[in-house]
């Protein structure tokens, strides 16, 4: 119990100088944040108001009606651009983490050695331990919390928006921005920072490697998304009434032939040839779609979050090593 009451005294000092000397930026940042959570709420309630006021027409979006044409185009427009304003969000959310990399491996370490406050701290108040468990404890809880509650209420605006143009949970501005998956990318952006702050120990070269690598690993498992998890594959004969699944992602589908080979879903898709005769001619006994169905959501997420978590952990054990070959 003492070494746990002594531990935390240790990191006080450390962290209330964090807090200080990052205060602006801080506060910025929470601005910002909560300028963006005003903003998705106030597109959930317009969205509220545009559906009220076109039912109040009594129109409906499929109506043949001359006279409903011209309110389901208006609402249609409205949707569209409330929707958009949802996706550039998501988009924000899945970029924040690299943003959070550049800053935490330039200003909050790089810096710190450029002019030479860390090791002037080290001898002065605390262990270089506590100052780097400082810049990772700190930051690491402001930036979950923040980023919780930014995908959260994206979430929940989108399922208020709904309408002509409702969003899928496949799509990278949906996925990459709900779950469990922006927190875990928010800490891997915090160690891959950190990291590169403690290896580079220059501002802009730092900045730099936090923004490419976080961006990397982001660009690279969104990519990989979709071998996370095994997909599901239905068959189905040509000719009969197979409907696709609902809300799934679908990865591949095609024909494949008596021997085995898998030819392109659009071999017979040419509407002067009859398909049904083009694809006999092929050998064609069955197609298939690979798809993720709506259930494999949170399996994905989890995945991809266990693997985010790893990477972070490496990174941060990384700047440990680094540190301490640093100060000998």
């Given at each position: 119990?003492?070494t ?13 100088v ?11 940042a929470g601005?910002?944040a ?31 009606v ?16 409330l ?59 402001l ?34 921005a ?40 982001t ?33 591949a589908?095609g ?23 083009c694809?006999?001619?092929?050998g ?20 991809e ?24």
């Amino acid at each position: 119990m003492s070494t746990l009451t002594t531990n935390a005294r240790t990191l006080r000092g450390p962290s209330r100088v964090l807090l200080r000397v990052h205060r602006r930026t801080l506060w910025g940042a929470g601005a910002v944040a909560a300028a963006a959570i005003v903003g998705m709420i106030a597109v959930a309630l317009l969205a509220d108001r545009f559906t009220t006021g076109f039912a109040g027409t009594g129109c409906d979006l499929d109506s043949s009606v001359r006279a409903c044409f011209q309110p389901a185009r208006d609402y249609s427009d409205q949707m569209l651009g409330l929707g958009r304003m949802l996706t550039y969000l998501g988009l924000a959310v899945i970029a924040l983490p690299a943003a959070i990399g550049a800053f935490v491996a330039g200003p909050m370490v790089a810096r710190e050695w450029e002019s030479n406050t860390a090791k002037l701290s080290w001898t002065q108040s605390y262990p270089p331990s506590a100052w780097l468990t400082a810049r990772l404890a700190v930051p690491a809880m402001l930036v979950v919390c923040g980023i919780t509650v930014l995908s959260a209420v994206l979430t929940w605006s989108r399922h208020r928006l709904g309408g002509p143009f409702p969003t899928y949970w496949y799509e990278v501005s949906v996925f990459g921005a709900s779950g469990t998956v922006p927190a875990a990318s928010a800490l891997l952006g915090l160690s891959i920072g950190t990291l590169a702050g403690l290896t580079l120990r220059r501002t802009v070269p730092a900045m730099a490697a936090g923004l490419f690598v976080s961006g990397l690993v982001t660009v690279v498992l969104g990519m990989l998304r979709d071998s996370l998890w095994p997909a599901v594959r239905d068959t189905f004969t040509p000719g009969d009434d197979y409907i696709w699944p609902d809300q799934a992602a679908i990865i591949a589908w095609g024909w494949q032939t008596k021997g085995g080979d898998v030819l392109p879903a659009g071999i017979c898709a040419d509407g002067s040839v009859d398909r049904k005769v083009c694809l006999s001619e092929r050998g064609v006994t069955h197609g298939f779609l690979d798809h993720h169905p709506a259930s494999h959501y949170w399996p994905l997420q989890l995945v991809e979050t266990g693997i985010l978590l790893a990477l972070a952990a490496l990174a941060v054990f990384a700047a440990f090593r680094v540190l301490r070959r640093l100060h000998g």
